[in-house]
């Protein structure tokens, strides 16, 4: 069993938020002890890792919440789930490529600061 602030640390987000995905029902209940101080399971590890996936891959609260219900029930719509992994699966491919951008513009500046450092490069 795992704090919540053990869980938090081990997933990198606050307790808060933690409590408020339990609160909107993207998590299990956790199980509570007298004091009312959380205890999380094994299987609720698994549930806060996908949870956190899922956010940090762009679905908002509303959207995990749909998937994580749509997937779990007995008939699930299979080609609503995987149309929508492949939307985020989209935009994390426009944010990689964002990133390469920046990362490219960021190496010309280093390059050309490197060169003027050597007398190389004259700028007027």
Excluded: C
Excluded at 58 to 87: C, H, T
């Amino acid at each position: 069993m795992y704090t919540i602030a053990e869980v938090a640390q081990k997933f990198h987000v606050s307790k808060n938020t933690l409590r408020y995905y339990e609160s909107v029902n993207l998590l299990p209940s956790i199980q509570r002890d007298d004091n009312g101080i959380r205890h999380y399971s094994e299987a609720d590890l698994e549930a806060v890792n996908r949870v956190v996936h899922m956010r940090r891959l762009g679905a908002s609260v509303k959207e995990a919440l749909w998937f994580d219900q749509e997937m779990s029930q007995a008939n699930p719509d299979y080609d609503e789930g995987i149309a929508f992994l492949r939307q985020l699966d989209a935009t994390l491919d426009q944010k990689i490529a964002e990133i390469a951008q920046q990362k490219e513009f960021l190496t010309h500046k280093i390059d050309m600061l490197q060169q003027q450092k050597q007398g190389q490069l004259n700028i007027d």
